[in-house]
């Protein structure tokens, strides 16, 4: 798990981080995101958020909880979280953006398996999947 300081912080010094990562994400290109994710970001914090994106996306296509927790290497309590929430109206803007771009690139069928891959014992090599998209 991230490591998340105890000490806590202003709702002002908070909205401020808040407005300035907005600013980051509207502000640079595509290829400057990434980078600059792939600096900050550590592998257990992508893996983090390629899970969540892969739940919401697999609960979009309905599969089942144990599917999920499966493929993903998830807890029960984890995707009947997700679920309950996706349910309740949860994610609104991701899963517009999943709607919107799913048929147009291969790269969320790719962000699921690739989430799932450090759990599965598969034959397949990295860069054989990878050819695959």
Do not use: C
Request: hydrophobic share 40%.
């Amino acid at each position: 798990m991230p490591h998340v300081s105890k000490r806590k912080i202003s709702n002002a010094a908070r909205k401020d981080l808040d407005g300035h990562l907005l600013s980051f994400l509207d502000e640079a290109d595509a290829r400057t995101r990434q980078r600059i994710f792939k600096e900050l970001l550590t592998k257990t914090e992508r893996l983090m958020i390629a899970k969540r994106l892969a739940m919401i996306i697999l609960l979009e296509e309905d599969n089942s909880l144990y599917q999920i927790e499966n493929t993903l290497a998830v807890s029960p309590s984890t995707a009947a979280r997700f679920s309950q929430s996706l349910d309740g109206g949860a994610y609104e803007h991701t899963r517009t953006w999943i709607k919107r771009y799913k048929g147009l690139h291969p790269f969320l069928r790719l962000l699921i398996d690739l989430a799932a891959t450090p759990f599965e014992a598969r034959r397949e090599s990295f860069a054989k999947r990878i050819k695959r998209y």
